[in-house]
């Protein structure tokens, strides 16, 4: 089921890759209005898409081994949010220092990488119960 909810997700990025960014902004970015996304953070977005749904469509140990990446991603945003937002805003922003972050979004992020951590840990003790 979680399988098919990410690969659903990975869909929809590569479907509608603007307004994954739009929400993104809703949520994190205190001044959208002010700040130009990179030009070619669109299509990256949606490459992602497609990769997330080909990983998911795959299964496997392709697919473990991406929630064990998802996962280890997850450790440093719960712990490490504001590199996080560092580095983030450099790979989306033309101009990262114009950034504006609302509040509490640490909080979101951190939330977000505890998500990642269960979920690679799920896997983890899947592929030990099938061992």
């Known amino acids: ?14 479907l509608v890759p603007d307004r994954i960014v739009d929400a993104f902004e809703r949520v994190a970015v205190a001044n959208p209005d002010e700040v130009e996304a990179r030009s070619g953070l669109l299509p990256t977005l949606r490459a ?5 749904v080909a990983i998911a469509l795959a299964g ?9 990446v998802a996962g280890a991603f997850g450790s440093v945003l719960l712990a490490f949010p504001r ?18 972050w609302k509040a ?28």
């Open 60 to 68: 496997g140990r392709v697919y473990a081994w991406t929630v064990y």
């Open 48 to 52: 992602e898409g497609v990769f997330i």
């Open 83 to 100: 590199l996080y937002r560092a580095v983030a805003a450099r790979f989306v922003y033309d101009d990262p220092k114009a950034v504006e």
């Open 1 to 14: 089921m979680l399988r098919a909810i990410i690969g659903v997700l990975g869909g929809l990025t590569a």
């Open 104 to 131: 509490g979004v640490d909080r979101v992020l951190r939330f977000v990488g505890a998500l990642y951590v269960l979920w690679g840990l799920r896997e983890l003790r899947r592929g030990r119960e099938a061992a």
